[in-house]
């Protein structure tokens, strides 16, 4: 048992390095991109258009990565998704000086996105395989803290070298990123058993996805509720951070690109800062009261909202900004990290791959709909962005409020999974 422990502890360590790096690669990308685009253009409609169509593959693709992730080595699906991407860097930094902008960073990110949504599920159905499920938790807490950590550096220095340089730099950067990331999957282990089967592609995907969604809303019908509450908290908040910061710090508030890398880089901090909470709380966290962590997100609005309705002087606006977006991320990432956990507690070993890429595609499915309708109402209240947030508060109150009895329902189901776990214990060892 000692040697398993320790081969599964080596494994998730190169695991979380090659994330690191990876995610690394792609952060600053994300950063950058975008980025360039609202420079370029100056107009929030094309970015949140831009945002919402990007986001569009990955909603797509995750239930398909779900399917791979639980029927190929998880293992080569990381390392052949981080070749895939080293190549289309390396495609867009030929191209960028001869094409038209907004056509290749549309066609660019939708492939970075779609990669990613078939990426991560390969991701979270490798973790109960390399831990323990006591340690299950604090294993994505600690995955989610790479994500954390990658996301506040690279926006820092993203912001660095795009502010000096220019962008070739950092998609040279990320090129490299991506085949460190390559050599370190290719030395992980990840243990596999290989599905042996004679049915076509068409019908494997079919019934995996049949099989998925039927668990997720006919077995855990309050499953699916609860991922109804994160699509439209999606579609509320979410959606209002990615396209509205941006535009408030370089358009409105009229900061340089180094300061949004920096707001991004601390907003990335409150992932980190969320992560380790959720170890350091992990027994005090109940489900039930999950309706209280997302109403302290919405609260964060108020002073944005207050900020920028009294036209407070442009450098306490950022900073109180700033420290409300690190605030609504690490009580985000508390959120997420328990919502995953108990996803994965409550589903069989050979579904976990399916049910995440399921869960994660519901999820996501509004937020193209918000970054949309984000860009246009940016645009056209350019002058009173004030109500475009006290409106997101509104809104989102109106969703902790109808998650209150969701939650109760969750923790009930989580206590019910326990007993029935018990009785099974119990009667293997009467058997033994």
């Known amino acids: 048992m000692e040697n398993k422990i320790k081969f599964s502890n080596k494994n998730f360590t190169l695991m979380v390095i090659g994330q690191i790096i990876s995610l690394f690669g ?28 990007s986001f569009i593959p990955m909603i797509l693709l995750t239930p398909f990565g779900g399917i791979i992730a639980d029927r190929v080595n998880k293992k080569y699906v990381m390392v052949v998704l981080d070749f895939i991407t080293a190549l289309l860097m390396i495609g867009f930094t030929i191209f960028i000086g001869s094409s038209n902008l907004v056509i290749l960073i549309i066609i660019t990110l ?76 290719m030395i992980m282990k990840i243990p596999y058993v290989k599905n042996e ?114 036209e407070i002087p442009t450098n306490i606006s950022y900073i109180i900004i700033t420290i409300c977006c ?35 595609t519901i999820g996501m499915c509004a937020q193209p709909i918000g970054q949309l309708a984000y860009g246009y109402l940016f645009e056209i209240l350019r002058d009173n962005i004030s109500l475009i947030i006290f409106g997101a508060f509104i809104a989102g109150g109106i969703i902790v409020f109808i998650s209150k009895k969701v939650f109760s329902e969750l923790e009930s189901l989580s206590v019910v999974g326990e007993k029935e776990l018990d009785i099974k214990d119990s009667t293997m060892k009467e058997i033994n």
């Open 326 to 360: 690190f605030f609504i991320m690490t009580v985000s990432t508390i959120f997420s990290i328990q919502m995953i956990t108990f996803i994965q507690g409550e589903t069989p070993g050979d579904l976990i791959g399916k049910v995440m890429s399921i869960c994660l």
């Open 26 to 53: 792609n952060s600053i990308l994300r950063f950058a991109l975008p980025l360039y685009l609202l420079e370029e253009t100056g107009s929030a409609a094309l970015f949140g258009l831009v945002s919402a169509c």
């Open 110 to 185: 939708m492939i970075l996105y779609g990669i990613q949504g078939a990426y991560q599920p390969s991701v979270q159905a490798s973790l109960p395989f390399l831990v323990d499920k006591e340690d299950l938790l604090k294993g994505n807490a600690i995955i989610n803290q790479v994500s954390a950590l990658a996301s506040l550096i690279g926006p820092i220095i993203g912001g660095l070298l795009y502010g000096v340089y220019g962008l070739i730099p950092i998609l040279l950067a990320s090129i490299v990123c991506f085949i460190l990331a390559i050599i370190m999957e």
């Open 197 to 310: 089967t004679t049915d076509s592609i068409v019908s494997i995907v079919k019934n995996d996805i049949k099989t998925s969604v039927s668990f997720v809303v006919k077995d855990k019908p309050v499953l699916f509720r609860t991922i109804v509450i994160i699509s439209l908290f999606n579609l509320v908040l979410t959606a209002m951070i990615i396209v509205g910061i941006p535009v408030i710090i370089t358009t409105v508030l009229n900061m340089s690109s180094q300061a949004y890398g920096i707001t991004q880089g601390v907003i990335a901090l409150g992932g980190l800062f969320g992560g380790i909470l959720t170890g350091l709380l992990v027994k005090k966290l109940k489900i039930s009261n999950s309706y209280i962590i997302l109403f302290l997100d919405i609260l964060a609005l108020i002073p944005m909202g207050l900020v920028l309705m009294f």
